[in-house]
């Protein structure tokens, strides 16, 4: 019988896992303990519906509602002086949750404080766009939207920005092999010589370590060396290893050229 | 409206001839001043940018997508390709993020050798950037001077680590080598030999030199409000007059320990960029003469002794049973971190570059976001390059100081 395969996420999974494995936690420490954070914890729960908040290996990670994404954010900046929106993107819950969790990383130079503002999303959702607030959110949710397919309402240009803009498929959703998908796979043959030639050259081949044992093209046997592009499908013969020779000129006598001796 | 076929392909965002005035050129993908496959469609009124729109991607080869399907070591040499003109900072930001995931810190000599290492790199960093700005600007003696300087470094690298560009000379834990015999002496050497060029060939050849001067001065200014809304980072931010410096305000490794100062320009343009970029260099060069005798005041231990995710040393491998069947395990299953999740920014020579981990537990990362600098630079140029004239795109990309290995990822 065939092992089952999950569809929903088709990464590299551990191989072995032992039956006594406890996963730990990373330390995850109240808010309170630091005083910045908890006084900018205080000024956007007031405001805004904050789900959890916590402080985790030296920053602050509030979760809130995917609705109040804007509000938050401009709380964030014009109140609590976080000034710049260094990273944004998503990660992937489909399988687990069926949603993405979308993240803000913002710092405040200020107090050289950094906090994440996370918030889940279903699939299908769109989100608003920050651009307004942080010019940088323009590259980072195109990306987003380019990886993952989550579309940011009032974004100026909402389209692709890393895969060419008629791509298929969202490479960094868990259900997107690692190799690419069959649309991949005849995406640069239909592009190149037309749909008309998929039969005569074939799928890209989209794993690297893949060695064809009969492609004479761009493999050969040490001791069995056949012309470029041969047929080997019959199997080849032995050829003898041809060592090139090197020729030992004795410069010293005969000729009588020696290069010191010129003037 | 184009109709494409097959004798005439689509021709993305491309309209040549339009109704008003204006010309749409394509710059790169395939541009020496390009610094990579940046391809920029810019819309001209005579020589003056209407529009400018940069498009990414052709260097895209998924290492994010590649760093949830590999164990947490395997990816290391992976984020070399990230910015490829400084690996080390890349494999160090990648380790140190691990590292923190971990709870565990490399220890003493180690952390000197990486300081050492990181400041290296950003020489060699900044001497590239000095050299192919200028070399973009036209002052080609510039080129060959610093990359003559940048060479002595690869060769410092190469004696450390054996590799010249793909470094891969951090490990999560600590580093894999000590430092060569004699290494030290030719580093010293070397800050001398880039301290007395900064003064006497670069600053001699560019700093009051008129035409470059006048290619530089004025030319790509960002208001601080903007390179704070762009997320511009390292030496962009400093270029506009904010003094935030990661190793200063966030210190990682030994940098609190260090004495450096931060360079600041307030001009907000190219040559004010330029400058600090050369007073850098000052400082690493600094910090690294401070690290040389911190070397020799710390024990011999490079990695960090934490058996549930780090092999032993190879000593104790080959002699003692358990560290080799834990080091076997290591090997075919990979570490497994806590669950949970870190952001850790690290000062790379371009800017921040940070890591954010996603654990779940398992021995592949859940999720793994690069927060490269110059995607983020790259971004920035659709507004700054409207208005100026074409001679000067060549200018304000230089001082960008893009890489593209980690634009695109």
């Given amino acids: 019988m065939r092992k089952y395969v999950p569809k929903d996420s088709v990464q590299k999974k551990a191989y072995y896992t032992d039956r006594f494995h406890v996963v730990p936690s990373t330390p995850r420490e109240d808010v309170s303990t630091d005083e910045v954070f908890a006084k900018h914890l205080e000024t956007l729960s007031a405001k805004v519906e904050v789900k959890s908040a916590r402080i985790e290996l030296g920053s602050m990670v509030v979760e809130i509602n995917h609705k109040d994404n804007y509000k938050a954010v401009e709380i964030l900046r014009d109140e609590c002086g976080y000034a710049q929106l260094t990273e944004m993107s998503a990660v992937d819950y489909l399988a687990k949750d069926g949603n993405f969790e979308v993240f803000y990383q913002l710092l405040n130079l200020k107090e050289a404080k950094r906090m994440r503002l996370v918030m889940r999303i279903e699939q299908g959702l769109a989100v608003e766009s920050v651009v307004p607030l942080f010019k940088s959110a323009n590259f980072a949710e195109r990306e987003m939207f380019d990886m993952f397919g989550i579309v940011s309402n009032n974004h100026p240009l909402m389209k692709r920005i890393i895969m060419p803009d008629d791509w298929e498929g969202h490479p960094l959703l868990k259900t997107y092999p690692l190799q690419g998908d069959e649309f991949a796979s005849w995406y640069e043959v239909d592009k190149i010589f037309g749909k008309d030639a998929r039969e005569a050259i074939g799928p890209e081949n989209r794993d690297p370590s893949r060695i064809d044992r009969y492609d004479t093209k761009r493999f050969s046997r040490v001791g069995y060396e056949v012309p470029f592009g041969a047929d080997i499908s019959e199997g080849e013969t032995k050829t003898e290893i041809e060592y090139s020779k090197t020729f030992l000129v004795d410069y010293t006598k005969g000729s009588g050229k020696q290069l010191d001796k010129r003037k | ?409």
Wanted: contains cysteine.
């Fill in chain 2, 1 to 409: 409206m184009q109709q494409p076929n097959k004798l005439s392909p689509f021709f993305e965002n491309l309209n040549f001839e339009r109704d008003d005035n204006t010309m749409v050129i394509n710059f790169g993908p395939q541009h020496p001043s390009a610094h990579g496959q940046l391809r920029l469609v810019l819309e001209l009124d005579g020589e003056q940018v209407v529009k400018a729109y940069p498009d990414i991607g052709y260097l895209h080869r998924g290492i994010e997508k590649m760093a949830e399907n590999m164990t947490y070591n395997e990816f290391l040499p992976t984020t070399d390709r990230l910015d490829y003109i400084a690996s080390t900072s890349n494999n160090y930001a990648y380790a140190l993020a691990v590292e923190k995931l971990l709870g565990i810190e490399a220890p003493r000599r180690a952390q000197v050798i990486r300081t050492m290492l990181l400041e290296l790199n950003r020489l060699i960093s900044h001497l590239f950037f000095i050299a192919t700005h200028a070399l973009d600007v036209g002052a080609m003696s510039v080129f060959l001077y610093a990359f003559r300087e940048r060479e002595f470094a690869m060769d410092l690298m190469e004696d450390y680590c054996g590799a010249r560009l793909t470094h891969s000379s951090v490990r999560i834990g600590g580093v894999p080598l000590d430092i060569p015999d004699g290494w030290l002496s030719q580093m010293r050497d070397f800050c001398d030999k880039v301290e007395y060029e900064l003064e006497h060939t670069y600053n001699a050849l560019l700093q009051e030199n008129r035409i470059w001067k006048m290619r530089l001065e004025d030319v790509g200014v960002i208001s601080p409000e903007d390179a704070l809304s762009w997320g511009c980072t390292g030496p962009m931010l400093r270029g506009s007059g904010i003094a935030y410096d990661i190793r200063k305000e966030e210190p990682y490794e030994l940098y609190s320990e260090l004495d450096f100062d931060i360079p600041v320009a307030d001009t907000n343009d190219s040559y004010g960029r330029y400058r600090l970029y050369m007073a850098e260099m000052t400082e690493s060069i600094k910090i690294i003469r401070q690290l040389i005798p911190m070397y020799d005041e710390t024990e011999p231990q490079l990695m960090a002794h934490a058996p549930k995710y780090i092999s032993a040393p190879k000593e104790e491998i080959m002699t003692q049973n358990y560290a080799l069947m834990q080091h076997f395990v290591l090997v075919t299953q990979g570490m497994r971190p806590p669950k949970g999740e870190v952001y850790v920014p690290t000062e790379s020579p371009k800017g921040e570059l940070g890591f954010y981990i996603k654990s779940e537990g398992e021995p592949y990362a859940y999720r793994l976001k690069c927060r490269a600098p110059s995607f983020y630079h790259t971004g920035l140029l659709q507004e700054l390059l409207v208005g100026t004239y074409i001679a000067d795109v060549v200018t304000i990309i230089g001082s960008t100081n893009i890489v593209f290995g980690e634009v695109d990822r």
